[in-house]
């Protein structure tokens, strides 16, 4: 079988590495198409994941994605062309919410899955949710919800959270802390910023920036009786070339220039703080505290992490906890989940 995948965010790269390595495992060809946006092609690198670059992002406009959507699903059509000449046709084609992957597939008469956590970026799941035949989503989303983008008798739900299933395999490196410069014994803090390119994020984030100001002091010596909380590293990842430029300037943080092992960041972090999804759930699944930022809807994924106390919602930048926990390993009792099970619902166009 002929397996087509597509990838557009960095967050994709995670979730369907192993994946392809199942199918690849299973005798399948996987052939992998990645958009150049945020550090996508960067962690395909690191993970050594063969991968064909097409396309870009064009903007956070809804003008600019309508253009990038219509340019990019142009070019993944004369891509997957050029393939089956050469190497036969596709079977089916999976994406993470990839609208370019979901219009080029229908375009060429292929079976397509998708898949997302958040169930509000209504304008994406109206392009994917109709087009896709299936659509893998966590089972805290109630399926009632994605009926209006048209997915209706498509539903295939999971156990628990997608990190859980990725994250199966992974161990911590203490390697990651040596090549940032951080010292184990004080307190560090892993920040991910907003995703202010997204179309479900579209205002200011008064309060991250409230955050990164109290950090940004906390970076020196402690003016309390508490040493605990005494030179706070703060790592601060960006979503954007943009986002990295400002960071830069401002004292007191450190903002990688390549993709890192940030899972392994999480992992020996003593509080993470982040105003998108996928990193909040990392800690989640990783056993580290970790607060959310984010101001838009939030998702049935979140709603339940938070009703359950593994997530907090924070109010105000003073409520941070910035004193180190106690000296421990990664929790053993962490849930992890078979990736195989995500091939099962990924691959439901041809019958499991």
Same mark, same amino acid.
């Given at each position: 079988?002929?397996?087509?995948?597509?990838?557009?965010?960095?967050?994709?790269?995670?979730?369907?590495?192993?994946?392809?390595?199942?199918?690849?495992?299973?005798?399948?060809?996987?052939?992998?198409?990645?958009?150049?946006?945020? *550090?996508?092609?960067?962690?395909?690198?690191?993970?050594?994941?063969?991968?064909?670059?097409?396309?870009?992002?064009?903007?956070?406009?809804?003008?600019?994605?309508?253009? !990038?959507?219509?340019?990019?699903?142009?070019?993944?059509?004369?891509?997957? +062309?050029? *393939?089956?000449?050469?190497?036969?046709?596709?079977?089916?084609?999976?994406?993470?919410?990839?609208?370019?992957?979901?219009?080029?597939?229908?375009?060429?008469?292929?079976?397509?899955?998708?898949?997302?956590?958040?169930?509000?970026?209504?304008?994406?799941?109206?392009?994917?949710? +109709?087009?896709?035949?299936?659509?893998?989503?966590?089972?805290?989303?109630?399926?009632?919800?994605?009926?209006?983008?048209?997915?209706?008798?498509?539903?295939?739900?999971?156990?628990?959270?997608?990190?859980?299933?990725?994250?199966?395999?992974?161990?911590?490196?203490?390697?990651?802390?040596?090549?940032?410069?951080?010292?184990?014994?004080?307190?560090?803090?892993?920040?991910?910023?907003?995703?202010?390119?997204?179309?479900?994020?579209?205002?200011?984030?008064?309060?991250?920036?409230?955050?990164?100001?109290?950090?940004?002091?906390?970076?020196?010596?402690?003016?309390?009786?508490?040493?605990?909380?005494?030179?706070?590293?703060?790592?601060?990842?960006?979503?954007?070339?943009?986002?990295?430029?400002?960071?830069?300037?401002?004292?007191?943080?450190?903002?990688?220039?390549?993709?890192?092992?940030?899972?392994?960041?999480?992992?020996?972090?003593?509080?993470?703080?982040?105003?998108? !999804?996928?990193?909040?759930?990392?800690?989640?699944?990783?056993?580290?505290?970790?607060?959310?930022?984010?101001? !838009?809807?939030?998702?049935?994924?979140?709603?339940?992490?938070? !009703?359950?106390?593994?997530?907090?919602?924070?109010?105000?930048?003073?409520?941070?906890?910035?004193?180190?926990?106690?000296?421990?390993?990664?929790?053993?009792?962490?849930?992890?989940?078979?990736?195989?099970?995500?091939?099962?619902?990924?691959?439901?166009?041809?019958?499991?």
């Amino acid at each position: 079988m002929r397996v087509w995948i597509d990838l557009t965010n960095s967050p994709h790269v995670l979730v369907m590495r192993p994946v392809v390595e199942l199918l690849r495992r299973d005798g399948h060809e996987v052939e992998v198409t990645a958009r150049d946006f945020a *550090q996508t092609l960067q962690l395909l690198e690191r993970f050594g994941m063969a991968h064909t670059a097409v396309g870009r992002h064009r903007g956070e406009r809804l003008a600019d994605k309508a253009v !990038g959507l219509a340019s990019r699903s142009t070019a993944l059509v004369r891509w997957a +062309r050029a *393939q089956a000449c050469e190497h036969g046709r596709f079977d089916i084609a999976l994406g993470h919410g990839s609208n370019d992957v979901s219009v080029a597939a229908r375009l060429l008469r292929i079976p397509c899955s998708t898949t997302f956590d958040y169930e509000w970026a209504a304008v994406q799941h109206h392009v994917n949710c +109709r087009l896709a035949q299936a659509v893998v989503v966590p089972e805290a989303i109630p399926p009632e919800r994605l009926y209006r983008y048209g997915a209706t008798g498509k539903v295939r739900a999971y156990e628990g959270l997608k990190e859980e299933y990725y994250l199966a395999d992974f161990e911590p490196d203490p390697g990651v802390l040596g090549e940032l410069g951080l010292d184990p014994a004080r307190p560090i803090v892993v920040v991910r910023t907003p995703p202010e390119v997204s179309l479900y994020h579209r205002f200011e984030n008064d309060l991250f920036a409230d955050v990164l100001e109290r950090l940004r002091d906390a970076a020196g010596p402690s003016d309390t009786a508490d040493a605990s909380c005494e030179g706070v590293q703060s790592v601060v990842l960006p979503r954007t070339d943009a986002q990295r430029l400002q960071l830069r300037e401002v004292p007191g943080f450190e903002v990688p220039e390549q993709a890192i092992d940030a899972q392994s960041l999480i992992a020996y972090a003593d509080l993470v703080i982040s105003a998108g !999804g996928t990193m909040n759930r990392e800690a989640v699944a990783l056993g580290t505290p970790v607060y959310t930022t984010f101001e !838009g809807r939030l998702g049935a994924v979140d709603e339940r992490l938070i !009703g359950e106390g593994r997530l907090r919602k924070l109010g105000d930048a003073a409520e941070l906890d910035l004193a180190k926990r106690d000296a421990r390993s990664v929790s053993s009792d962490r849930i992890r989940r078979d990736p195989r099970r995500l091939v099962e619902l990924l691959l439901a166009p041809l019958g499991g």
